[in-house]
């Protein structure tokens, strides 16, 4: 069963110390001020951060699930992933994982190495 914006709330809520703002008309997920995901406007897909160099190999090896929008994302280290594509929670709580990690401070990151980048 393909995962729903309502999965990427859930999972990006149960992350420690995050919280959702609106922001541009649609949900954000921070943690210590910092953005780590936005759902699209029309919750089909999430943004997530991303380094940069790690973009293009991931777009590459799954281009039906891991995308850029051309012109807005060239300047910024995000990725945006279709929901539809995304194998489980699992692999959403994975992702949304990753992405928090970049984004949480150091000692919050370092409090929960479960939840570091997958090495």
Not at 57 to 67: N, Q
Not at 97 to 111: G, I, N, S, V
């Amino acid at each position: 069963m393909p995962v729903t914006a309502e999965d990427v709330r859930v999972i990006a809520l149960s992350l420690p110390g995050s919280s959702e703002q609106l922001a541009w008309g649609m949900p954000t997920f921070r943690v210590g001020g910092k953005m780590f995901a936005a759902l699209g406007d029309d919750d089909t897909t999430v943004g997530v951060k991303c380094p940069k160099e790690d973009r293009a190999e991931l777009i590459a090896a799954e281009p039906d699930k891991f995308f850029l929008r051309e012109g807005h994302d060239d300047n910024y280290a995000w990725l945006r992933v279709r929901l539809t594509a995304v194998e489980g929670t699992a692999e959403l709580r994975a992702i949304l994982a990753d992405a928090w990690h970049q984004a949480a401070p150091k000692r919050l990151a370092q409090a929960h190495p479960e939840l570091g980048p997958a090495g």
